[in-house]
């Protein structure tokens, strides 16, 4: 079992920068592809990034694609993810996931591992 801890969120200024954090329990933290999604209120779980195992490429769903940034420290075990030029639809619980497969996709049900979301709201 893996277990996945986020971090960072908050209320943030219309335009501004956040950046979340993602601490996984594993020691094999390399080998597993991980990914950040987000659910809004009333509407489903989306991907925003993700990053395979063993792997520089890095996929972005089109809303956030040129202002957001996934990256990955394997000695520490945490995946972070850099927003920039909030808007307000980026207003959402985010999710850190992980899976062992060398990608698991965009799919959130293809993911076996969750943190337990952290709130991100955007303020005019």
């Known amino acids: 079992q893996v277990q996945l801890a986020e971090s960072g969120g908050g209320l943030v200024q219309l335009g501004g920068s956040l950046t979340l954090s993602c601490a996984a329990s594993?020691?094999?933290?390399?080998?597993?592809?991980m990914a950040w999604f987000r659910q809004a209120p009333g509407k489903e779980r989306d991907f925003v990034a993700g990053?395979?195992?063993?792997?520089?490429?890095?996929f972005y769903a089109d809303s956030v694609k040129g202002r957001c940034t996934i990256s990955r420290d394997n000695a520490k075990n945490t995946v972070y993810l850099q927003i920039n030029s909030l808007k307000d639809d980026d207003t959402a619980v985010y999710y850190c996931?992980?899976?062992?497969?060398?990608?698991?996709?965009?799919?959130?049900?293809?993911?076996?591992?969750w943190g337990q979301g952290t709130q991100v709201t955007v303020s005019s």
């Open positions: 594993t020691r094999t933290f390399s080998t597993y592809t």
């Open positions: 990053m395979p195992w063993g792997d520089k490429n890095t």
């Open positions: 996931a992980a899976d062992r497969s060398v990608w698991a996709g965009v799919r959130s049900r293809d993911y076996d591992y």
